[in-house]
Every structure is written in C-alpha cells, then in structure tokens.
C-alpha cells in the first residue's frame, strides 16, 4: 500500500528557476510548511542522476524545460479527485503540459527545485506515492485500460495488479529491480494490451493465466497457472532474473542460458498452454460498446501531449458521464467509462472541442514524436513541431521523429524514422533510431522525404 514517504522524500534546494506560475492558483496547492521530523533532506540536484531510468516523483529527472515527475496509477486507474489534483498541481507547480508515457502513466513537466515539494505533497495526500524512491521505481505494471469495466474479460486483472503491487513493495530484495524492467497484466476483452511488449506478463486465458517471458523475438508463453497464484509467479520470475543478471536491464537480455534457467524455475509451477495465443493490436478511440449496456469512450493525444486545461475540462466531462477513474494505456491515451450510449457521446463530442483525438484513423497517430528542443537538453531539433509539419504532407506509414539516438517516443521499427543530430536529421527507413542512417537532410529538407 502506499505511504507517506517522510524521511525518503525529495525536497527542493532553493531556487528561482522554473518558479510556479501564480495565475490560476487552486486552493489546497499551497506548498505546506515542512514537519519537522520529515527527517534529512536530500537536494534535487544530489537525487537527480545520469539518465537511463524511468522519472518518478521521489526521483525526478531533469531535462530542457525543468524537472519531469512520473506518476504510475495504482492497478492502472486514477481516480477522478486524483486526476483533478495532478491537473492543478501540473499547472501550480509546473508548466501546465502532461505526458501520456508508453507505460500508461502521467507525467508531469517543467517542475522546479522550489515547486518540486508541492508535487510531492499533493500525490502523498491522494495516496499516489510509493515507500521510497526505489520502491516507486520498479512499480512498473501495465494493466488493461478497461478491467473491471469490460464484461467480455473473465477475470477482473485489476486484483492480479494490485497483488504485484503489494509483492513489490513487500520484498525489498526487488527494489534492486532495473527500473525499465515492468509487468503486464492483461485481462483480454474489448481493450486488449497483448501487443505490447514487458519482461514479464500474465494474460488471462479462459479461468487461468498464461505467464510469459519477454525475448529477444517477443513474448514467449511458458505456461499457465490460476489467478490467485499468477502475480506470485512473476514476482518468481523477476527473483531469477536478479539472481542470473550481471549488467543486463532486460530479461530479453539475459540470452538463451539465462532464459533457459528462468523457464526451468517456474516449470513446476506452470501447467500446459492450449494453443497458441493470438495477439490483438487493435487501439479503439471513441464510442467502444462493451455489451450488457455498458460503453467505454477512448481518447487520445497527439504525441500524448495534454494540456493541464485539457484534462480539467475532460475530467468534468467523464465525471457527469458516470465515469469514476480515468485509465491511462500505453498506446498514449486514456480510456473512461460512461453510463450509456448518450453520455458516451457527449464524452466524444466534449473530447474532440478540446482538441483531443476520437478517431483511430486520425493521421498523426501514426506519427510518434519526443518532446524535443527546447524541452529536452538531448536535443537539438523541435522534433514535435517539425512533426505536426509533417503530418500535414500525408505520409501513409508510421514515422518516428525523435529528438536524438535515444528513441524515447518508440523502440519498434517505424517505416521513416528521422533522427535529430546537430540541427539536422539522419534518415533511416524501415528501422530504429538504433539503425544506421542512410543520409542527413536539414530540417527545411526533410519535408520532401515524403514524396519519395
């Protein structure tokens, strides 16, 4: 469960940079006065490391516009009153833009060393804060968007969630966990997450839950078990992992023997598959039915960007439609639940009016792009607005914009990726940000690309 992190918790060092705004100030933001025994304090600057793991709100990251703070939902919901308060707090103590993460998480922007506090505040008083900042980062767990609302999934997974939620927090030996490793839990049904790649995931499958293992080649099936014993099983198959691991981040990294060992673990456990399991990439927006009366509403941002006035207003919206939490995916988007048909509907319409997207064919959802400059140190090229330049020239497959090597917007191959470095772009075609380019275009270049 969590907790209030007193003596873990980050404070801010003084500082007048990326001070929060002060129009539009919401009561109950205020930035407390701090306990006296909230115990020592550890300076942003002294928490803030080299990158190359996931930012929390006890370790936060710097980039271009200031300090990113990532808020993981607890069994992959937020509820209203929590969405609402990370709205305001994004707006108070940050620079009002919100990321929808690929880990279906929200993260907020523009954070100072002076505001940082404030934030944190906030999500300790709505119960959104880990133990500490190790506990925090390996709670990584991908859940469907509409467990517990979709009749068509046999199993609720959002109980198989929490109970990785409590094992991780529970066993500190897995807070030494690499913070990219994650879980998916998915529980099939109208909104499947199967596509999508974890080191670990169980899937509903019938009565029982298949349990893989993330290769090199995608999600190997080893077996099945029942629903009160599968997050037990993933947490087994996390242990191994620590136990074979040296340098390796990923289980997909551990190689053939390492894998190997894993499986061998975990064979007693696991009973046989039937089958094969098919993989469901389907990403519905707008008006979903969901059967026995029940509708679910999608929607989505362009490059998962929203706006803190953008989600206040939906928040209103959903909230007068019946729905009690909104769920994040990892395809940059939220799903919510709606009474009937005709509140479903006016989510969609109230959704579209504040510039969010209700069409799975809308043509930027092929386009993913990274903050870029300014907003992020690593690059050199506003990738973002080059990409909305981009989507204009109608360009029929999926293009990748990123602001440098890193590829943080996507890690699977997209048909053009443009690559910044030094102000210009590389082109590669039919890859990764990782592949080698095959020539360099200028910004004002790139545009004709798309006519080749």
């Not at 099939?188 to 997450?193: A, F, L, P, Q």
């Not at 009973?271 to 008006?287: N, T, Y």
């Not at 917007?409 to 082109?427: F, I, K, M, N, W």
């Amino acid at each position: 469960m969590p907790w209030r992190a007193a003596s873990g918790r980050l404070a801010a060092t003084p500082s007048t940079r990326n001070s929060p705004r002060q129009s539009g100030r919401r009561s109950g933001l205020a930035d407390p006065p701090r306990a006296a025994d909230e115990g020592p304090i550890m300076s942003v600057a002294a928490a803030i490391e080299v990158k190359g793991w996931c930012p929390g709100v006890l370790r936060p990251m710097q980039s271009g516009d200031g300090l990113i703070a990532r808020v993981r939902p607890w069994a992959g919901a937020f509820g209203l009153a929590e969405a609402s308060a990370l709205a305001d707090a994004s707006e108070v103590f940050g620079n009002g833009h919100i990321d929808l993460t690929r880990r279906a998480n929200l993260q907020i922007r523009g954070l100072g060393e002076t505001s940082l506090s404030g934030l944190q505040d906030i999500v300790e008083r709505h119960r959104l804060v880990d133990r500490s900042a190790d506990a925090e980062a390996v709670r990584n767990i991908m859940v469907s968007p509409l467990a517990g609302l979709d009749p068509s999934e046999r199993i609720d997974v959002r109980r198989l969630a929490r109970a990785l939620e409590s094992g991780l927090a529970a066993d500190t030996a897995l807070h030494s966990l690499p913070s990219k490793f994650g879980f998916l839990v998915d529980g099939g049904g109208s909104v499947s997450i199967s596509g999508e790649r974890a080191d670990v995931a169980l899937r509903v499958v019938g009565q029982a839950v298949a349990v893989g293992l993330d290769t090199r080649s995608g999600a190997e099936w080893i077996g099945r078990t029942s629903p009160d014993a599968a997050a037990k099983t993933a947490l087994m198959a996390a242990r191994v992992f620590l136990g074979v691991r040296r340098e390796q981040r990923r289980l997909r990294d551990l190689g053939d023997e390492g894998l190997a060992h894993v499986r061998s673990v975990l064979a007693p456990l696991l009973g046989p598959l039937d089958g094969d399991l098919p993989v469901d990439r389907d990403r519905p927006l707008g008006m979903i039915p969901l059967g026995a009366g029940r509708t679910a509403v999608g929607i989505a941002a362009a490059f998962g960007r929203l706006e803190a006035h953008q989600l206040r207003s939906l928040l209103a919206v959903v909230e007068d439609a019946g729905a009690t939490d909104i769920r994040p995916s990892p395809w940059r988007s939220l799903y919510v639940g709606a009474r009937d048909i005709a509140a479903a509907h006016r989510v969609v319409e109230a959704a579209r009016d504040i510039g969010l997207i209700v069409e799975a064919n809308d043509p930027i959802l092929r386009i993913d792009a990274c903050p870029g400059a300014p907003d992020c140190r690593s690059s050199s090229v506003d990738a973002r607005r080059d990409a909305r330049r981009f989507a204009a020239l109608g360009f029929a497959g999926t293009l990748h914009v990123s602001g440098c090597a890193k590829g943080c917007a996507r890690s699977t191959p997209a048909d053009l990726v443009l690559v910044g470095e030094q102000g210009h772009y590389q082109v590669v075609r039919q890859g990764t940000t990782r592949d080698a380019p095959e020539r360099t275009v200028a910004v004002e270049e790139a545009g004709t690309l798309f006519h080749v």
